[in-house]
């Protein structure tokens, strides 16, 4: 028993320290060897700090089915953790907790990881040792928790790839499949807050890890006790292979395959390009890829250096305006037409274009995603590759909460739309199952077959994937890569301003003559932050009170119909099953939707509200009343998230 054992029994009956609390803290203290771990709970206890205790210890960090994200750095910071002074101020140790991203935890996953992982190489009859694939981001600790689990791997019986700097999220990915590993690590937290970082995990078909291998890979995770392990012996064990430029480029010989239209990027070569990866990753690919393929791009100098702080945004996440302000700043200087920013990761992307008053306007990520999806869709009829005959082979896949636009799109150029629950995995189980519909012996070499071979086959014997994206501004244009892709994104979209320029346009012109010709979608995406050990228990409660007491009207509008996701059955357009989740899809007599789910990787809840306005059948707005019906649908957008707000503030009582 601890000393400390009576002190935080003592903190628990004045109800200062939960009792989870309380039992991981002594579980860890148990279990760890690490003198760092020891000397600062003291210190927290000692300063009765028992709310960073509490925030620290009221749960076992949860090893979800995409991974762990979690605070590397706490709201305090002890003496022990700080340590020696580090480059970029950044304290010596990660923060201490059960319910934080630390040597501890990596180590835990990355053993049931690597648990499951060769029982499942035991099941496929190939020989010699499994391997497994780590990329990681610019984020503090990113480095070190990427060589940790390659060396738990090593030691474990299985060969790491390991990328030599940080790399993108999608090019994780693509290496999965290159490599033909059977998993994937990356290191990151995408554009979560800098005190953050994560561990997402992939399976060997490039896609983030999904049944029924998520619940036996947590099951292995929930297995492990600590940190603790015996290796291999040495003959048993595994090697580190280094990755770099050979993959770099191998890489983006598949991203030059995604023009639609290499000639006409070659001759609106006046098109200017402002890009940041916003201190993340990107521009290891984005700069030299678009520069390859034929455009103009100039990066924004101070947002190219590599930094965990990111030290010049709020936040790096590329859909918030003031993210983007350095780039929009130089693109007003060099007289740019366009501005691509990708978050941490690159796997999102966002952007600001011109509008006809020649001022810088960013699009919302369904926006974004729209423009593609008609330019791609419209490209793949114009070139050949989908005609009269075959294009029910074409699909565009989204999310249940991303713009009915692209579904409309798809409707009238006579694709199939499928959607799938919030998450670039779902759409990569997707992708999985259209490969694997080719006949065997067809796709017994897919991955090295160029792209123009793939398409055939799955033109041929299976579905064309044409677009796919979510309203979070992550997009994905062919099936070489099975997540959401920064790089991708960058290069499409890129080709879709070429495409405006040529006529003329802006794309905020050419957003607009979407509008007229299929109708006025509005999205809002709201959320609510609830932090820490109590904020979770208020999410919870907030699920629970609208799964149990959903609203009969919003906004003086009845409800007309409501899907919860977590108890009905719900099956998408190809017949197939939806998996359970935590959401609730409330749709109003007056066509407005609200969809409600917590957040899976930040302490939100978050709404997602839809409106429109359609024009009469085989009629188009004209710019005129597509001007008047922009500021009725977003005031009644508006309104509705007043109301929603208020309810909300209501349930929590």
């Known amino acids: 028993m601890s000393d400390l054992t009576p002190i935080l029994e003592s903190a628990v009956q004045s109800k200062k320290l939960l009792e989870a609390s309380a039992r991981n803290i002594q579980a860890l203290l148990s279990h760890s060897t690490s003198p760092v771990d020891h000397a600062a709970i003291r210190e927290l206890v000692a300063s009765e700090n028992w709310t960073e205790l509490n925030n620290r210890f009221f749960r076992t960090i949860a090893f979800g089915t995409g991974g762990l994200r979690g605070k590397t750095i706490g709201a305090t910071v002890t003496s022990v953790e700080q340590g020696q002074p580090q480059p970029l101020g950044r304290p010596e140790f990660p923060c201490v907790g059960t319910n934080a991203m630390n040597f501890t935890n990596i180590s835990r996953a990355t053993q049931g990881l690597v648990a499951y992982v060769k ?42 790839y390991l990328f030599e700097g940080p790399r993108s999220t999608p090019e994780l990915s693509f290496a999965v499949r290159h490599t033909n590993s059977q998993a994937g690590i990356n290191i990151t ?19 983030q890890v999904v049944e029924p291998h998520a619940s036996a890979i947590i099951d292995r995770v929930n297995a492990v ?30 991203l030059a395959t995604l023009p639609l239209d290499p000639e006409l990027i070659r001759r609106e070569n006046s098109l200017k390009i402002v890009y940041t990866p916003l201190h993340g990753v990107g521009a290891v690919i984005i700069k030299p890829m678009l520069a390859r393929l034929g455009f103009q791009c100039e990066g924004v100098p101070e947002q190219e250096i590599p930094d965990g702080r990111f030290p010049t945004v709020k936040s790096p996440n590329p859909e918030n305006a003031e993210a983007l302000t350095m780039a929009v700043k130089l693109a007003d200087k060099i007289g740019a037409d366009l501005v691509i920013a990708t978050d941490p990761d690159d796997d999102r992307m966002g952007i600001a274009a011109r509008d006809e008053s020649g001022k810088m306007s960013l699009l919302t990520g369904n926006q974004i995603g729209s423009l593609m999806a008609w330019y791609r869709t419209r490209m793949h009829f114009e070139k050949g ?92 244009g062919s099936d070489f890569v099975r997540d959401k892709d920064g790089n991708s994104a960058a290069v499409m979209i890129s080709e879709v301003a070429a495409y405006a320029k040529s006529r003329q346009l802006t794309l905020i012109s050419l957003m607009d003559e979407i509008y007229c010709e299929f109708g006025y979608y509005l999205e809002r995406g709201e959320s609510l932050t609830m932090d820490g050990a109590e904020g979770a228990a208020q999410i919870k409660s907030l699920v629970k009170s609208y799964a149990s007491h959903p609203p009969e009207s919003l906004d003086g509008t009845p409800v007309d119909h409501l899907r919860n996701f977590a108890t009905d059955e719900i099956f998408d357009s190809e017949g197939v099953r939806i998996p359970s989740e935590a959401m609730l899809m409330i749709t109003l007599t007056d066509k407005r939707r609200v969809a409600v789910r917590p957040s899976g990787t930040e302490p939100k809840i978050k709404y997602y ?45």
């Open 119 to 160: 029982e499942y190489f035991a099941t496929t009859g190939k020989s010699g040792k499994p391997s497994l694939c780590i990329c990681h981001d610019t984020r503090f600790y990113s480095r070190e928790f990427a060589e940790l689990a390659a060396r738990v791997m090593t030691e474990n019986g299985c060969d790491a």
């Open 189 to 207: 937290a995408s554009h979560n807050p800098p005190q953050y970082n994560g561990y997402k995990v992939y399976f060997e078909d490039g896609a």
């Open 225 to 254: 006790q600590g940190d603790h392990y015996e290796a291999v012996p040495d003959a048993g064990q595994g090697r580190v292979i280094a990755m770099g430029s050979e993959m770099d480029e191998a890489y983006m010989e598949r």
């Open 385 to 476: 590759i989908l005609t009269e005959a075959n294009r029910s082979r074409g699909v565009i896949i989204k999310t249940f909460v991303t713009t009915d636009l692209q579904a409309a799109i798809a409707e009238k150029f006579g694709l199939r739309c499928v959607e799938t629950l919030t998450g670039f995995k779902y759409i990569g189980e997707k992708l999985r199952h259209y490969e694997e519909a080719i006949p065997e012996e067809l796709r017994k070499n897919y991955r090295q077959l160029s792209e123009e071979e793939t398409r055939r086959l799955r033109l041929e014997h299976s579905s064309l994937y044409v677009f796919g994206g979510e309203e979070s501004y992550g997009y994905s």
């Open 609 to 653: 509200l839809f409106a429109s306005e359609i024009p009469a059948a085989n009629a188009s707005f004209s710019l005129t009343e597509l001007a008047a019906a922009k500021p009725r649908v977003a005031a009644s957008l508006d309104q509705l998230w007043q109301e929603i707000k208020a309810d909300s503030t209501k349930r929590l009582g």
